[in-house]
Structures are given as C-alpha cells and as structure tokens.
C-alpha cells in the first residue's frame, strides 16, 4: 500500500489504470496497489489542489460488504471535513 501511495503522490490525476480507477456512483477513486492485484483499495479524492485518502478497505470481489463500508466511511470523511 505504501508504494501506490508514493505513486500517487508523485503521479496525481495521471495515475491511471490499473493502478487507480473511479468507483462507480461516486466521486471517489480507488488506488489499486499491485496494479490492481492487491485485496485492498484506498479510497480518496481530490479535493482543490490535495489529493485527500479518506479510507482504506477491501477489494470488492474479495468482501463486497466491507467494499460498501470503505467507500460509506470514506463519503462520511470527506463530507465531515472543512477543506477552506
């Protein structure tokens, strides 16, 4: 996890696939460390100019509750934050 971190980090928005991707009916992406091979994901956004990981779960072919769960957790944590 700590190496598609630095990736994002160094990379932004043009971190693609398969290391990062949208998560569907949302504004969130998912980082995807080992190029997607990895089961788990962390879920972040950008938010003006940061990049903000809001939380951290599993991959959703391995636990799709706890996928759900990461992304509400994550929803909760950035709707709960004053970026200003």
Do not use: C
């Not at 990379?11 to 949302?26: E, I, W």
């Not at 940061?50 to 769960?69: C, K, M, Q, S, W």
């Not at 957790?73 to 709707?79: F, I, K, N, S």
Request: glycine share 10%; charged share 25%.
């Amino acid at each position: 996890m700590y190496r598609a971190i630095e990736k994002l980090e160094l990379l932004g928005d043009q971190l693609g696939y398969p290391h990062s991707s949208n998560v569907r009916g949302t504004s969130l992406r998912e980082l995807r460390p080992r190029a997607g091979r990895s089961p788990w994901r962390a879920f972040y956004q950008r938010v003006g100019d940061r990049i903000v990981l809001a939380a951290i779960g599993p991959e959703a072919l391995h636990d799709p509750r706890g996928f759900r769960r990461a992304i509400g957790t994550a929803l909760a944590r950035l709707d709960s934050i004053n970026f200003e």
